[in-house]
């Protein structure tokens, strides 16, 4: 226990120390987020903080599970496998949510990387992704809260919709101040359970990681956030999430410990949905909901104490399915 401790305190000074030399660097350079004109007016006044945070939380997530990997010995030759299925959706959709921002940031492309080809790219890196999956020699199998089914090549698409899926729905909470970092922290907190539950020690490191680097990182972005994590930090986050998942077979539950990402994601196509049936009539004030939080009058800090307690909440609840179901 003392190890974790001390791999966790190490982690959170390595992120901390790294934003700090990090952000006065983006300043400098100017990689300031372009606040749409469409949203909520009390978000003008972020204009120009920098974004890209992503970089630092992978970068710092690598150097802190290889301090946790060495101090909790968590390295075992029968799970070196489970470094790939960890590590290539978390550096894999960082890269794409990278290009993304450097488009937008850099390049003053607003729309970034064209919306079907970034779907199209998503879905080619979780072929790829199953591929190396595969040759692992890993199961088609699902676990349905307590039944296992062995889907055969349909695992397949199922793994290519759901890692889509999880890394869209976190980029689509990342819209306010420590809303998205928060949400992460719990769902992984509840994650690590399961890992610990499972004795699934170099996973459980890679959780260990994250957790410590997104907490640096929320230092620096609760309201008023002085940096963002931007589409490499939320892609990043959204395949580590969903790999993580896939390693603990617990894909399912996802739908319980990531709750409030799935209402965020549903808040959005029930709105696009209503609005073109309606020909422009709205559910929401604007989606996703956290937006509709804010235009109906909540603070920034009431809506990610209200999000987070559901997060919580759900976060438990699926933590404890997991031990008994899973």
Do not use: C
Request: aromatic share 14%; no cysteine.
């Amino acid at each position: 226990m003392t190890n974790i401790i001390i791999s966790f305190v190490v982690g959170i000074v390595v992120s901390v120390i790294l934003f700090m030399v990090f952000i006065p660097y983006l300043h400098r350079l100017k990689f300031g987020q372009t606040i749409r004109i469409e949203g909520p007016k009390e978000h003008y006044k972020k204009n120009g903080t920098p974004t890209m945070g992503g970089i630092v939380i992978i970068l710092g997530s690598l150097i802190t599970l290889l301090v946790t990997i060495f101090v909790t010995k968590a390295f075992e030759i029968e799970s070196l496998k489970n470094i790939f299925l960890l590590l290539f959706p978390f550096i894999g959709y960082g890269l794409l949510g990278y290009l993304d921002d450097y488009l937008i940031i850099v390049k003053k492309n607003n729309q970034g990387v064209k919306p079907r080809i970034k779907f199209m790219l998503m879905l080619v890196l979780a072929g790829i992704y199953y591929y190396i999956y595969l040759s692992l020699g890993m199961p088609n199998t699902l676990n349905i809260f307590g039944k296992t089914i062995d889907l055969g090549f349909l695992y397949g698409i199922f793994i290519l919709l759901f890692i889509a899926a999880v890394t869209n729905a976190v980029n689509i909470t990342d819209g306010i101040d420590g809303l998205a970092g928060g949400l992460i922290v719990i769902a992984l907190i509840s994650l690590a359970g399961l890992a610990y539950y499972q004795d699934q020690k170099l996973t459980l490191a890679f959780i260990l990681s994250l957790i410590a680097t997104v907490l640096g990182f929320m230092i620096f972005n609760v309201n008023p956030a002085s940096i963002f994590m931007g589409n490499t930090g939320s892609y990043a986050l959204g395949g580590a999430l969903a790999a993580i998942a896939i390693v603990l077979k617990v894909e399912m539950l996802m739908l319980v410990i990531g709750i409030v990402f799935v209402i965020e994601t549903l808040s959005v196509i029930m709105q696009v949905y209503y609005f073109k049936i309606t020909k422009g009539k709205r559910i929401f004030k604007m989606a996703p909901l956290h937006h509709h939080f804010e235009l109906s009058g909540y603070s920034e800090w009431q809506i990610d104490f209200i999000f987070w307690s559901v997060g919580i909440f759900f976060g438990i609840i699926g933590l404890v399915m997991g031990v008994k179901l899973f």
